[in-house]
């Protein structure tokens, strides 16, 4: 996850893209207003008498405040603070059609809160760096659309809740990153030169799905074995990197096991897969739509109990290690 649009308002005014969303939103509003023109034929800020023959149902448009009746003004509750505490501001905010919170976090920056910090990167739901809570569920800012909420309805916005707050909306997740670096990464095959890989579809299409992650930590966020018990982060990797370890696993040419890494135990008696009661949380905040429970944390339990429960499989274990 990059940092480099981790935006603290005023601090980067200047080469803040989320700067200029009222410019853009003033533009989208007079592309709306110059193609209700072209379809009315009457000059915008006016209001057309419609054809009483040819009206559709829909009501006139309401400009009496010179905007689209598709804009509108929302309640937004946004938490503001740093590691000392904090606490939930209230804003009046402008909502345009097809604007996502990340717009209208954006559009707070530039009007009315100038040193509101928030990360993101892509706008476009691939880099993973919006992450936060919306109305207490983790989710990305940038993919949750405001047509999702009724007009009335209060929109809050907190940071993650498994990490420590940095400032505002942005949360350290360097949680994550050391767990990443505890998993030990794909071991080649002794006897094959890079390049002469090669690999069933089935069992490409597998693993394919998890390299969808996008590394975003929802599910991280989400997993109650560490967001109510920090003092679990110690000793769980949390689903992400479960998955992982899964992945590799179930990797035909991975060669761990050949060099003593058995990454089922490891999964299970270094990063916690026994905590996990695959209560598939996770898998319902996963933004890239990943079966991370059912793809890859229940099929990885399940070897794990294999290799400890089945005695053929047991005894096999100890025969193939002696020699
Ligand atoms: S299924 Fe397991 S890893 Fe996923 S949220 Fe539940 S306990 Fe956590
Ligand atoms: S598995 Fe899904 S929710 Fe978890 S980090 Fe990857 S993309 Fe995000
Ligand atoms: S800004 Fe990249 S995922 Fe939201």
Not at 9 to 32: F, K, L, T, V, Y
Not at 222 to 243: I, W, Y
């Amino acid at each position: 996850m990059s940092t480099s649009n981790e935006v603290t308002g005023a601090d980067s005014a200047p080469d803040d893209p989320g700067a200029e969303e009222p410019a853009a939103g003033s533009s989208a509003r007079a592309a709306n207003e110059s193609a209700s023109e072209a379809a009315t034929g009457a000059p915008s800020g006016t209001t057309a008498v419609p054809d009483q023959a040819t009206a559709p149902d829909t009501p006139p448009r309401d400009v009496s405040d010179g905007r689209p009746e598709t804009s509108y003004d929302a309640h937004f509750r946004v938490w503001r603070g740093d590691p000392e505490g904090g606490r939930l501001e209230d804003f009046t905010v402008e909502v345009n059609e097809g604007e996502v919170v990340l717009d209208i976090i954006h559009r707070l920056q530039a009007t009315q809160a100038g040193d509101l910090a928030v990360r993101w990167n892509c706008k476009a739901g691939k880099c993973g760096s919006c992450s936060a809570e919306i109305n207490g569920r983790p989710r990305l800012l940038c993919m949750t659309r405001m047509s999702t909420f009724e007009r009335a309805d209060v929109v809050t916005v907190t940071p993650l809740r498994a990490f420590p707050v940095v400032r505002d909306l942005v949360t350290d997740v360097s949680y994550n990153y050391t767990k990443a670096r505890e998993i030990p990464s794909f071991v080649p095959p002794a006897e094959l030169a890079p390049g002469e890989y090669r690999m069933q579809q089935e069992d490409v299409e597998r693993s394919q799905e998890f390299r969808k992650c996008i590394e975003c930590f929802l599910c991280q966020d989400t997993c109650h074995v560490v967001r109510d018990h920090e003092e679990n982060k110690q000793s769980f990797a949390g689903p992400r990197f479960l998955m992982r370890q899964a992945e590799l696993d179930m990797h035909p040419l991975d060669a761990a096991e050949e060099q003593g890494l058995d990454r089922k135990t490891s999964a299970q008696e270094e990063h916690g897969l026994g905590y996990c009661n695959i209560t598939k949380c996770c898998t319902e905040v996963c933004p890239e739509g990943i079966r991370i429970t059912d793809n890859a944390l229940i099929p990885m339990k399940e070897r794990v109990a294999d290799r400890k429960y089945d005695p053929l499989v047991w005894l096999g274990n100890k025969i193939r290690r002696r020699s």
